[in-house]
């Protein structure tokens, strides 16, 4: 027997058995039928019920929403009107204190009164900016107080007030008490007032609730235990707008956590409709419908006791209760025998099956019972088997896929962050527009250029915004003019925090068949840089340009081969020639031919590459032939290959200097001759006139012994002037030699220690020390200086000797010598504690034979401090003294240079 066969003979047997079962089991169908009849009946009648609820809710939704969009229309249109505006602008003067007359208030309130009238509004409020009351009708309010501040900062107004302000569109309040309304429970329509795109404020409307309410409260076609329940959700508690059937004072009074209200209550809430079986807010079962209204954010229950609704199925599934128990059991006692023989097999063959479609493809069923089911076993195993091979292969085409998915994945998002790198590296954003998704996308690099968080909504207004004011309007009709098909391609400039940006802009715009756009995708260039560089290139030229025309010098700008290509008009003054004669005209035709040679040696250095500029002072001949004396500063401008290939130069007329260095050369040989012959004639008469002088002084004395006893007294004292005198000139002829042998011997200044030359002084000076008792300090590192060292220890001497000289005889004398250290020079100073200098006598003291006390008091010539001056000019430094008066000591300050 084929296999066709043994199937075709196992489903006859099967047919048998299973039309044997029917016949024994025939009183169980007919009892299940009228199970189904009854349980039909009672579906059809829950059904009904909840389709009644159904449309009953929707049309009160409707009846709300139709309520809601009138009100809210004539917000809007009451907001647009004329007479709102001019009542904002007037209370808003009127509230800073600007006069207006009473006829303009008396007018705007009519309006106002005729357009409130129109309506079905409990009171009307205008509210600045700021969330300030300006007007309110009719309860007439306080102007100037701030529903939005204080107690009431946080309110459903208050939210209501700033999302019709953020988002120029009429806002409506869930309801709520409202102080303003004496504790009455008010919805508010919040809707912007708006002149010109310009914000006046909101005009605030009270709606009148007790007509939502009513609509509620109808019980039509709801029979004895219908009821409407409206709700809202408060920061996690629901709250009751109306009266309720179980509780009449339940208007926005109680509250109740929103998970233990009813499952319809906080479905409805939550946004979704539906219809059910459930439980009520007094824990009765009921059949209700709900729904949710989004404009008032509220939700709605039309209820009716289940009891009331279902009590013809529930008496009718009473009475067949009994019949369908006796079938049943009748029914139940025959199949139990009969379905024992099948019913293990087939278990077996379920729990297999259990475990197979549970992922245990192992698993296999058993192989008993009848011949029927035993074949069937043997297929699901077969089915079993192949179905394991496929899972196989299919696991593994998975895995393949999802490490391409994988890989590619990785390829995308490395090419997204390139794209960020590279935009981020050239300074250029792009974004993309999608009307059709409604997105406008920037990227990362555009936020970046535009300063703007990555978390900011786009529009075109927050672009806009980001552009400076002054280019807003060029900005805006480009864009507009793409619209249109124009190309976009514009650089302006956009505000970022405090500064300023250039961008450049470009975009592609992609329109539909009916000419409307559709999609767009642009960049955006940060050209900062690039515009500050370009406006400092043009500055820098100006600036050129105009120093090049007005310059004092002459500016010449030559070939290689010293033709002129541009001269100013001062160089052309200088030589006496036109502008346009001196156009291509060469160097030579204007250079005086004894300086020809030296200038072309300069510009052949500067073509070998020896130098790059040169300066010159050489003649000029002008047309008219004379001779200038000019000072030419000359450079070269060199290609990329470094060949020179234009020449500038500055030149300056110098011919008064040359003339006034010649006359000055002249004067500077004649003072040196006159020097020569003064110092000459000084060592003469110091060195010369001591002999006659001392013979005067030695006869004087040999005539005051031989005729001194026959002298009266004021003979011997004219006698001891005139040896007195001799004595006096002679010390100063002595000192007058001093001072002019300063220099004379031309020695060179060479390095030398400055500590040896103050030792070297301090041994000269040692007897007057000893005798003054005098302390001599030396402070800080003694450094080599460029200097005589027979006229520093002479320097050294004479100003540490003034310093014991004029000494205080109060007190013992303190000399103190130190050095500080500049970048030029080192500066020396000796300190005493002395008797002192007037500062109104610094001026004398370092004049020749200049004495600021008496013989009598302190001996000398006066001539000291004038060789120390005379050292210093031939050592290239300076004196000075500083003193704060009689008896507070004195310091005399020096500089020399240093040593190298």
Known sequence: MSRNDRSAEDGKRLLVRLMSAFLLLSALPLAGLAGLHLLAFEQSLRETTLLNLSSIADKKVDQIDAYLNERLTDSRVLAMATATREAMRTSAGLAQGRSTSDSAVASFRADLQALFDAGDYEDLMLVDTSGNLLFSFP??????????????????????????????????????????????????????????????????????????IAVASDTTSLGQTGETVLAQADQGQALYIGPLRHRQDAALHPRMALERTPPTTQAALEGTHGSGLTWDYALNEVAAAWRHLPALGWGMVVKMDAQEALAPARRLRDDSLTTLALFLLLAGTAAFWFGRSLSHPIQRLAAATRRIAAGDLGERAAIAGCRELRGLATSFNRMADRLAEEQTRLEERVTERTRALRESQSRYEES??????????????????????????????????????????????????????????????????????????????????????????QAELLFDTEGRLWAGIGTVQDITAQVMTDQALRASEERLRSIFERANAGIAFTDREGNLIKVNACFAKLVEYRLEELRGMNFACFTHPDDLAIEVGLLDEIEEGARDEYRLEKRYLTKSGKLLWVDIAASAVRDQRGTPINFVGLVVDITERKRAEQALAEQHEQLARSNAELEQCAYIASHDLRQPLRMVNSYVQLLQRRLDPHLDEETRQMMGFVTEGAVRMDQMLVSLLEYSRVGRMDEPLAPIESRG???????????????????????G?????????????????????????????????????????????????????????????FEHLFKLFQRLHGRETYEGTGIGLAVCRKILDRHGGRIWVESRGAGRGSRFRFTLQRAG
């Open 139 to 212: 309860r007439e309010a306080d102007p100037g107080t701030n529903p939005f501040s204080g107690q009431d900062g946080d309110t459903q107004l208050a939210r209501a007030y700033r999302e019709a302000i953020a988002l120029s569109e009429g806002q409506t309040t869930p309801a709520a008490l409202h102080t303003a309304s004496d504790g009455q429970p008010v919805i508010l329509l919040v809707s912007p007032v708006l002149a010109a795109g310009q914000l006046l404020g909101t005009l605030v409307l009270r709606l009148d609730l007790d007509n939502l």
């Open 416 to 505: 997204e962050r390139n794209l960020e790198r590279a935009q981020k590296v050239a300074r250029i954003g792009s974004w993309h527009l999608d009307l059709a998704g409604h997105r406008l996308e920037w990227s990362e690099e555009t936020y970046r250029i535009f300063g703007v968080d990555a978390r900011t909504p786009l529009s075109y207004e927050v672009f806009l915004k980001c552009v400076h004011p002054d280019d807003r309007a060029s900005v805006d009709a480009a864009w507009r003019a793409t619209l249109k098909g124009a190309e976009y391609a514009i650089d302006h400039r956009i505000l970022v925090g405090d500064g300023t940006k250039w961008v450049r802009e």
């Open 757 to 779: 030359a103050i030792e070297e002084a301090l041994r000269f000076l040692g007897p007057a020390i000893a005798e003054a008792q005098a302390e001599i300090r030396l402070e």
């Open 781 to 841: 590192d003694w450094p080599r200086v460029l200097a005589n060292r027979n006229e520093l220890t002479r320097l050294f001497q004479n100003l540490i000797g003034n310093a014991i000289k004029y000494r205080a005889r109060e007190r013992r004398p303190l000399v103190t010598l130190s050095v500080a250290s500049n970048a030029e020079f080192w500066q020396f100073c000796v300190e005493d504690n002395g008797i002192g200098i007037d500062p109104t006598q």
